[in-house]
T-cell receptor
């Protein structure tokens, strides 16, 4: 299965600023997925990123707040914009496993907004 | 994707078998049962999946009832490192060829292995 690297692994940011999270995959993949995991909660899908097209956002998530780039088949970024303490979460990227085993996840970015 | 129901938490003694139940009464004929786990501060990890036959791999066994409305994940000899949140998810099997929708996670079962 694919190997995913996420950067940064954690960060502490001031409210009102933005943070860009990077996701690098060791193989070419069609779709990349971004999730949010709020403290003590399960994972929630933010958006799906397909190379060469606009990301598709889930209900409750908007492009102005979570802009996504997908410049090629191995890389994507998620930006958390104009952050507030409510954005403190773990953000994870994921790709679909082409052998049918479901999905592979990165280790996540733990974001704390102060 | 069909909805699943899992107990919020379970305890198991180290070295014993951990049996984690999952109800998925609305599962469709073409949906498989997948299990993932999330160890603290890590991303979810694939464990096993199955359609209707029992499955076993190096990590666990999966028992699916004949009517496919429920399943049990079995960790045969639990260790402290198996302490994690376990998610049961049903979805259509296989690589979508680029049309996948992502996963819908429930609350999962927090399994605590006691020394």
């Amino acid at each position: 299965s694919a190997v995913i690297s996420q950067k940064p692994s954690r960060d502490i940011c001031q409210r009102g600023t933005s943070l860009t999270i990077q996701c690098q995959v060791d193989s070419q993949v069609t779709m990349m997925f971004w999730y949010r995991q709020q403290p003590g909660q399960s994972l929630t899908l933010i958006a799906t990123a397909n190379q060469g097209s606009e990301a598709t956002y889930e209900s409750g998530f908007v492009i102005d707040k979570f802009p996504i780039s997908r410049p090629n088949l191995t890389f994507s970024t998620l930006t958390v914009s104009n952050m507030s303490p409510e954005d403190s979460s773990i953000y994870l990227c994921s790709v679909e496993d082409e052998e049918g085993y479901g999905y592979t996840f990165g280790s996540g970015t733990r974001l704390t907004v102060v | 994707d069909a909805k699943t129901t899992q107990p919020p938490s379970m305890d198991c003694a180290e070295g014993r078998a951990a049996n984690l139940p999952c109800n998925h009464s609305t599962i469709s004929g073409n949906e498989y049962v997948y299990w993932y786990r999330q160890i603290h501060s890590q991303g979810p990890q694939y464990i096993i999946h199955g359609l209707k036959n029992n499955e076993t791999n190096e990590m666990a066994s999966l028992i699916i009832t004949e009517d496919r409305k429920s399943s049990t994940l079995i960790l045969p000899h639990a260790t402290l490192r198996d302490t994690a949140v376990y998610y049961c998810i049903v979805r259509v099997y296989g690589y979508s060829g680029g049309g996948a929708d992502g996963l819908t996670f429930g609350k999962g079962t927090h399994l605590i292995i006691q020394p």
